[in-house]
Nanobody, 125 residues
Framework: QARLVESGGGAVQTAGSLKLSCPVS????????LGWFRQAPGEGREPVAI????????WYADSVQGRFTIFQDNAKNTVFLQMNNLFPEDTAMYYC??????????????????WGQGTQVTVSS
């Protein structure tokens, strides 16, 4: 059941930028991880960036390190994914997700029962 709503996807050219947004005010309880995953056609869903809902701990997939930034607004009500220097390989459906309380927030974290329906990101060469 989709309970999160992503926005900000679109079509850009290589080296372009996009900023994805996802309201998360219901999911900022202690120990929650907030994240962005993506799924390209014919591929499995993979974690892209994950942040501890209380702030301070961020994890990135190697493929996006240095290009993408996950962050929350000051009120912690929205999680963003700033994507810079996009490559065609970044083309995918991007999903916002929230976890149940976790002891760690990184690419190995499990327990993400809350998902959005996704926003499409298309990068052309």
């Amino acid at each position: 059941q989709a309970r999160l709503v992503e926005s900000g996807g679109g079509a850009v050219q290589t080296a372009g930028s996009l900023k994805l947004s996802c309201p998360v005010s219901e999911y900022t309880y202690t120990g929650a991880c907030l994240g962005w995953f993506r799924q390209a056609p014919g591929e499995g869903r993979e974690p892209v960036a994950i942040i501890y809902a209380g702030g301070g701990s961020e994890w990135y997939a190697d493929s996006v390190q240095g290009r993408f930034t996950i962050f929350q607004d000051n009120a912690k009500n929205t999680v963003f994914l700033q994507m810079n220097n996009l490559f065609p390989e970044d083309t995918a459906m991007y999903y916002c997700t929230a976890s149940t309380p976790r002891s760690r927030c990184d690419g190995a974290s499990t327990g993400f029962p809350y998902w959005g329906q996704g926003t499409q990101v298309t990068v052309s060469s």
